[in-house]
């Protein structure tokens, strides 16, 4: 039995005071069975820390270096990640391929970095419009994940959470149907099975896009959907709740 998660996104977004509101907000009266996790800004990680420590709440963050330290200005080592207590760090997200030409060698070179601190990634994958209009959707997605298990290797494949963001459905207000969901997310299970039938049975395939209170319900329903990775939503905490509670 997979334990649903339940991820927050925050971007760039926030500052000390609304984060301070946000978390209070989540913690008070949060029930789920669903493990639930807030990635934040680094710059913000020693208050998240502070405000999340013997609560249920797990923290992270949405990126880190493919290295350990050295002359790397402006960047977030795994091991400080680590040293903050984070569990979980967003590996590839689409705004990071996008916006700062993360390759797949990159996510692939973090994502090992990541595991091998300790920490889980959360792999983002997922097709732009284009290429679900061509068709692409399920090679595109197979051979984002592929670049990771080949480079990875299986001792590092443990211990993994998948995200599927369409890259249509990401801020955009336009979620993929859980049908729609259904069907990747039942392909990237397959993929992950052809390695290892374990892996695939134990690992979490999240639905990421424009996921809110009023979608969650019928997104969890999914066989194959294991939680979300939420971004505008997750910065309200009704929202978030809403969502966490949908999970289970
Ligand atoms: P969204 O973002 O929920 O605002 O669409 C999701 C994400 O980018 O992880």
Redesign the pocket.
């Known amino acids: 039995m997979r334990q649903p998660l339940v991820a927050g996104?925050w971007?760039m977004n926030g500052d000390s005071h609304s984060i301070r509101s946000l978390l209070d907000g989540i913690l008070s009266g949060l029930k789920t069975e669903a493990e639930v996790l807030v990635c934040s800004p680094s710059v913000y990680i020693q208050q998240v820390r502070d405000m999340l420590t013997g609560t249920p709440v797990k923290w992270g963050l949405q990126n880190v270096s493919g290295h350990l330290s050295g002359a790397f200005t402006g960047e977030t080592s795994p091991l400080m990640a680590s040293d903050m207590g984070c569990s979980y760090i967003i590996v590839g997200?689409?705004?990071r391929r996008a916006l700062f030409g993360e390759t797949d060698d990159v996510v692939a070179a973090k994502f090992c970095a990541v595991v091998d601190q300790g920490l889980v990634p959360v792999l983002?994958v997922g097709e732009s419009l284009a290429q679900r209009e061509n068709n692409e959707t399920m090679q595109v997605v197979a051979s984002q994940i592929e670049k990771v298990l080949d480079t990875a290797g299986e001792s590092r494949l443990d211990n993994f959470v998948i995200?599927y963001?369409p890259v249509w459905?990401?801020?955009?207000g336009k979620t993929a149907t859980p049908e729609q969901a259904q069907e990747v997310h039942a392909m990237i299970r397959q993929l992950l099975a052809h390695s290892s039938a374990s892996m695939a049975e134990k690992t979490r395939v999240l639905y990421?896009?424009?996921?809110?209170a009023g979608n969650a319900v019928e997104l969890m329903k999914q066989a194959d959907v294991d939680g979300g990775?939420?971004?505008?939503?997750?910065l309200k905490a009704n929202e978030f709740q809403a969502i966490c509670r949908a999970a289970g």
Do not use: F
């Not at 459905?169 to 955009?172: D, E, F, P």
């Not at 990421?208 to 809110?212: D, E, H, K, R």
């Open positions: 996104n971007k997200h689409s705004e983002c995200a963001e459905a990401i801020g955009t990421g896009g424009s996921m809110n990775l939420i971004g505008g939503a997750s």
